[in-house]
C-alpha cells in the first residue's frame, strides 16, 4: 500500500475518497506498547532483560517482519520425498520468509537462552522473548519451542549432550543439512504420536533393536512430527536389547550420521493443517534408522517427563501471545475508526469488550510468566512441585480460552477482521492447536486430577500460592472455598475424572486471580474477579460490573 492512496483520490480510481481507516499497526515497539508485559517482566526478576526485549520488540513490530510472518503463512512448505530421478530426498523446502523470521529469533534467544544463561530472571526473559515473536508469527515457535524443551531430555546423556548442546545452545540459524563436524548450531524436532495412539504414547508400535553401546535400529512411523528439517529428533520406541523388552524408550535420531550419511527418515507427506501454516508437520516412517538412547532404557516416559512440562508452559505462552496480538489490533482498529458519530473505542459496548480482552490477555500473560519463573535454574523444591501442577492447570485454561477471544477480537474488526489480508483471521485458525498440542483438553484435565490426588506436594504449593492473596478478595477467597469443597467431596476415580474439566477450570481462575491481585492495578483486578466469578458473571467478553471505568482498562492495551 502506498502512502499517497490514504485518504485522498488517486488518479484511475475517481469513484470515492479512502477515509475513516486505521494506519496500518506496523513500525511500533510491540514491546514497549505492551505495558502489562512491561511491568509484568520486572516483577518477575528479569527487569535486566528490558533493553534486548526493546530491541526486539522494535524489530518484530516492523513492517518488514510482518511481511515476512504474512509471507510464510502464506506460502507453507512444500515436502519433496523423492529428487528428480526418484531417489529419496526426504527434504521440506520453506519459503525464504519463513527463514529470516526464524533465524531473528534464534539470534535472540528466545530458543535456548534461559539454558545457556541461567541467571535469576532468565526464565522469565526468555519467556517474554518467545511471546514477543510468537505474537507476529506462531509457526516459527514450535521449533524454537522443542529445542527449549529437548534440552531437558538431553542434558542427563552426556554421550549425546556433550556434542549437541553447545549447538543448541547457538544463536547461528543455518538451515543447511550439514554434517555435524561442519554445523554449528542445530534446532530439534520432535517424533512422539502414531496413527494408531495419539496421546497414548504406550500404545506406540515403534521398535528400537539395541546394536551396542546406547545406539539402536528403529523400525515403525510417527504421525505427527514437526519441524521435519530440523538437525535431529526425540523419538519414543520400543527397544529390545537381544530377547529382553525393554519397554518404551527415549532416543535421539540425528538426521545424519558421522562423516554427513543420511539417516533413515522418510517424509511421506506433510500434514494440511488448519492454521500453523508456515511450519511444516510431517508423516514419516523409519526403517532401520540410527537412534541413540536418552535416560535409562525403558523409562522414556520419565525421561520426556520435563521436556513435556516445558512445551505445555509454551503452549501458555503462545496462546497468550496470541491474545496479545488480537487485543492490541482490536484496540488499534477501534481507536482509530468511528462509526455512528464516535470512535469506537469512546463506543461503551465496544470499550467493555476491549476492556475483558485486554484482561484476559494480561491474566494469561501472568500465568504464562509465573510458570516460567517457576522454571528458573533457581527454582526452589516449593517452585518444582508448584509447576507440576500449575503447568497442566494452566495449559488447560489458558489454551481453552485463546481461540474464542481470537474470535472476539476478530469482530471487533467487523468484516476486516475476517480476511486473510488482516493478522486476526491467521491468528483465529493459529489458536486452537496450542489446546491440542502437548496433550488436549480431557488429557490435561485428567494430569491435573493425578497431579492432585498423587502429588501432595505439588496440591499443598498450589494452595500455598494462592494463600498469598487471602483476604484480598471475598470473591476470590470464596471461590477457592469451594474449589476445596468440590475437592474434599470426590470420592473415587470415576468420580474426579467427571469432575476433571470443572476442577481445572476453578484452579485457573482462582490463580489468575491471584495473580492479577498481585500485579495488576487494582481496577484491573476487581474488574476481572467480578467478570469471571461474580453472580452476574456471563459467558461472553464484554459484559462487565455496572460502572466499571471500562475506558481506563483499555488504557494499558
Known sequence: MTSFSRG????GASTHYVTNQPTIRWDIDEYALNAPLVAAVDAFGADWAQHALSEAGALVGSRTFQQDAHLADRHPPVAYPHDRWGFRLDEVEYDPAYHRVLSAAVARGAHTSAWA?????????????FMLFTQIEPGHACPVSMTHAAVDAIAGSPWVADGWLPRLYSREYDPRLLPNEEKRSALIGMAMTEK????????????????GGQTYQLTGHKWFCSAPMSDGFLVIAQTRRGPVDEGLSCLFVPRLLPRGMRNVFRIQKLKDKLGNRSNASAEIELDGTIGVLLGEPGRGLRTIMGMVQRTRLDCVLGTAAGMRQAIA?????????????RTLVDQPAMTSVLADLGMEAEASMLTGLRLAQLFDADATDRDVALRRLATPVA???????????????????GGNGYTETFPLARRFREQPVMAIWEGAGNIIALDVIRALTRDAEAAEAFADELESTRGSSTLLDAHVERTMARL??????????AQARRIAEDLALALQGSLMLRHAPSLDAETFLHARLGEDRSSQYGVLPAGTDAAAIVARH
Open 395 to 413: 495449559k488447560y485454561w489458558v489454551c481453552k480460552r485463546g481461540p474464542n477471544h481470537a474470535y472476539e477480537a476478530m469482530e471487533c474488526l
Open 8 to 11: 485522498r483520490r488517486v488518479i
Open 196 to 211: 494408531q495412539g495419539g496421546s497414548d504414547l504406550r500404545a506406540g508400535t515403534t521398535t528400537g533393536v539395541h546394536m
Open 117 to 129: 544463561d541461567p541467571r535469576p530472571g532468565a526464565g522469565v526473559a526468555r519467556a517474554a522473548m
Open 329 to 341: 489490533e482490536g484496540v488499534w482498529h477501534a481507536r482509530g475508526r468511528e462509526a455512528f458519530g
Open 488 to 497: 474434599r467431596g470426590l470420592e473415587d476415580d470415576d468420580a474426579a475424572a
